[in-house]
């Protein structure tokens, strides 16, 4: 081509503008005076824009720590090492099985982590959000004592739960459990005494039991107890206890409103009306009351915490009252009950606390007193105490949010008097208290202080008062108030026929409150079957949580045979012997693949090491390898072995499916002898390994056949000639055109084909030179196979290749299906059942389960129209609708800009709007797709170059709220793309400008799901040509 003359270099650096903010090689070490840094470093600051103190008046959003985004989630998730014998889980008192909630996470699948917890913890949400985790299952975490720390438990665990919950599905029973077949004794009458954590749970298990006459009485015309009463909405709100006991209801408990213990019942009334067990779940009413503040209430300016809270709930929870569009049973005459808490239909308001406040005590209630003060307008707040900071009660989630709230702290302060000004009081007096040798505290009275005040919340803690005592009876209590109940069943000691849970004795947690009914429910179950004759398991067998999501017929007709469900075990570590395999399919396995055997004449002997971890994932260490590498060889057990293990497990295991993994060299006589050997041991199949990548091929075997079509041909002839089963050709990728070798397979009349073996490579080399791994002292290696997610791209491609090559042809995927997402994606492009390995080797065989669940949740939600904006199980991404287009940051002055946002959009909120209380209706699926309908469904969209639209334009679109002002949107589009994206210098939001090509570079990079996005083009794509290929003039900056 002729050379062009331009008005100037083509590879001028033009954009200057754009390009001001774009990292540079710096050729100087940095200068700037310590002022110019002081005086622009509070444009920047991002950790002080939080809204405290008088700024929170009428804010009841989320201020919770642990609260975690789906971002957040996934990256916490991934830190979780799911260790064997867990001691987190050993630490929760409802005994979930954290690792696998967390696993579930992990391979995002929301439905799988939400049914782990729900199935220990009825209340798994509420306990996400409250539970004192750094006490419980956080404080046991083995990465406590690791640099990043111990995992957030109750985020995660708030998280999944959550967005269950938005996935509007009802609780079931056990799809097993038939009710008709159940005795009469399952039609005994159960009462449960007041609606909270306790009495949830209690009646939760025994419904799902089977009892059918389930009925909790409680007092107010709400449900949750002191969950709805005293925790604030900003930690708890209502409508995630109406869900839970939405889900209680859906199993057909029963709940009676405005039945006040010791006015309307009594736990002997109960019993003489013909409930053949009563358990009681009932808080501690009566607040404990200094003797300095006897006589003085709510006019003078003090509160109790049993007085301030359930005000305060009542004025900030929508829901709470059906008068106010909430789902109690409340109807339009309210209970004695509710209305001393105000909630009879006449919108019921925050208290006035306008001036300094005192909170009285140092438990996790007084720092809800604390911050709720804030938000009735409290100008200032003091936590008093008499211990020190370190003997706090509180847990430090519950402090460190007051403090940040900018609570002022006073250890070592003992209520001295009060003093009254005009009948109201003014300030406390405090004696000053020591902490002596003995770790006991005790009043100095030559030390005391005077802290003007204009109200007192005393948060001391509560009791049982005279008249509830008269209706527990004939339950006894201890001398220290509490149910005198065996701890171990929490079945009264003196009164067989009642139970008690909770607050009532000693355990003050939900979480605590929560197991406590869950204890109880197997005593009640025990307890009414012996009334009746029967006898019961002595190991406790409580039923799981179930919805109709577990009603999902998962399993699918491959090549003839009928397989459970489409995951099984690749030939490969998992299937070393046959135990392994056994075990695996009580876990739920579908199917699984022996390890590779020989003839005699061929047996192998490994090198070690030979199973390393790659570094695709990066320095990651420990569990969710991205890769592995592995010079393993075939089986080191005789055929004669593993025709027997055949046997057996398809003796034991009928509905799973077994197939036995051959190989030979290229010679006909070994290829039919073993394949008749395999035949003959009842296998459902054979896979013919024709791809094993290292070691074998020298011998003549595995990747040595299988590169070449010719001899794949030849081969597949051969053991068709010699059985009648039906037979796979496992494929290598080491080639240049894997469809070439299936069609081979397919000629030479393989039933399928299995795609792919593992993908041939070098790990990598250490400092010294020397591979990993390296054998002996000579520290040699050899080129190995590379399994894990990988190679997921290359196996996906290889399966939608053959399959739009082979249409309908029967094929087993492999390579980097980690989960039931990534499984999904293996059926879409055309593969009928996948074989797992590297996330057995990452896990164990108990992430099965997550994989069913997930599976079964994907292929639900894909029936319900109502749900079509989600993507599998994530839900939307939703920003603030007060912050909608501001392209405000969250930093320096612009924080400052949306506090002032806030405070005037909280101020003129209604707390109790209906609309801020969404109702939980379960839509029903039009028509659940089957795992078939999932097979081959996105070939027709995977095709030639040639045939995609380069009419059809997109361009990207960032949403200045999710952002985070990183810029890497920036950076990778100026040095890697179209420098079409502006990054102000004030703001640190990326603008997309007119240049953007669509390239989806800047998406692929930011760090924020949902960010960015890519739209249709709205105005014509002109390609920037550099050079006008007619005129010869210089076209655009790129």
Known sequence: MAHIKVAHDVSEV??????????????????????????????????????????????????KHTTLTERGALAEAGRCLKCADAPCQKSCPTQLDIKSFIGAIANKNYYGAARAIFSDNPLGLTCGMVCPTSDLCVGGCNLTHSEEGAINIGGLQQFATEVFKKMGVPQIRDPSLKLEDLPESYKARIALVGCGPASISCATFLARMGYTDVTIFEKFDFHGGLSSQEIPQFRLPYDVVDFEVKMMKDLGVKVEYGKELGKDITVDSLHKSGY??????????SPKIDKVFQGLGIEQGFYTSKDFLPKVSAASKPGLCACKGGSGGCGSTPSAASKELAIDGTNPSLPNLAGRVIVLGAGDTAFDCATSAFRCGATRVYVAFRRGITDMRAVPEEADLAKEERCEFMPFMLPKQVILRDGRICAVEFYKTEKGDDGQYRIDEDQFVRIKADYVISAFGSEVNSAIRAALQP?????????????????????????????LVGNGTTVEATNDGKTASWAIHRYLQSLHGLTTSSVPQLPQFFTPIDLVDISVEFAGMKFPNPFGLASATPCTSASMIRRSFEAGWGFAVTKTFSLDKDLVTNVSPRIV??????????????????????????????????????????????????MCGFNKEDWTELAKMAEASGADALELNLSCPHGMGERGMGLACGQNPELVLNICQWVRAAIKLPFFAKLT???????????????????????????????GLRGDSTAWPSVGSEMRTTYGGMSGNAVRPMALRAVSSIARALPGYPIMATGGADSA??????????????????????????????????????????????????????????????????????????????????????????????????????????????????IGRAVPRIGE????????????????????????????CNDSGYQAISFDKETH???????????????????????????PRQIPYIPQRGIDPVTGALQGAH
């Open 276 to 285: 053949e067990a009563v358990f009681v779940g009932v808080g501690m009413p």
């Open 733 to 763: 990728p080491n080639v240049t055109e894997v469809r070439e070798i299936a069609k081979a397979a397919h000629q030479g009349g393989a039933t399928g084909v299995t795609a792919i073996n593992t993908v041939s490579g070098l790990m």
């Open 14 to 63: 033009h954009d200057i503008e754009i390009l001001a903010l774009n990292p540079k090689v710096q050729p100087y070490a940095s200068f700037r005076p310590t002022a110019v840094t002081s005086a622009d470093k509070p444009h920047w600051k991002q950790n002080a824009g939080d809204l405290t103190d008088c700024g929170l008046k009428k804010d009841f959003s989320d201020i």
């Open 613 to 662: 971890r790659g570094q695709t994932s990066g320095p990651k260490f420990g569990p969710g390898q991205g890769s592995f590498l592995n010079i393993e060889l075939i089986s080191e057990k005789t055929s004669a072995y593993w025709c027997r293990a055949v046997y057996e497990l398809k003796r034991d295991f009928p509905q799973q499916i077994v197939i036995a993994s051959i």
């Open 475 to 503: 339950l006894s209590l201890t001398a220290g108030g509490q149910a005198d109940v065996d701890m171990l069943t929490m079945q009264s000691k003196t009164s067989p026929f009642v139970f008690a849970g909770g607050d």
């Open 821 to 934: 997402d990534a499984t999904v994606q293996f059926l879409q492009c055309g593969a009928g059942v996948v074989q797992i390995c590297s996330s057995v080797q990452n896990q164990d065989f108990t992430v099965i389960q997550d994989y069913i669940t997930g599976l079964k949740a994907y292929l639900y939600l894909q029936g319900r129209a109502d749900l079509k904006g989600w993507d599998g199980q994530s839900p939307p991404t939703t920003v603030p609708a007060i912050y909608k287009d501001l392209k405000l940051p969250k930093f320096g002055p612009f924080q400052q800009q949306r506090n002032k946002i806030k405070i005037e959009a909280n101020l003129a909120s209604d707390l109790l709007d209906p609309k801020l209380h969404p109702a939980h209706n379960a839509p029903t699926p039009v028509s659940v797709p089957t795992v078939a309908d999932q």
């Open 945 to 972: 170059y040639n045939k995609l639209n380069n009419k059809e334009q997109v361009v990207a679109l960032v949403n200045s709220e999710l952002c985070i002002n990183c810029g890497k949107c920036y950076m990778t």
């Open 989 to 1015: 939001i990326p603008t997309i400008t007119d240049d953007c090509t669509g390239c989806t570079l800047c998406a692929s990079v930011c760090p924020v799901i949902d960010c960015i996005t890519m739209v």
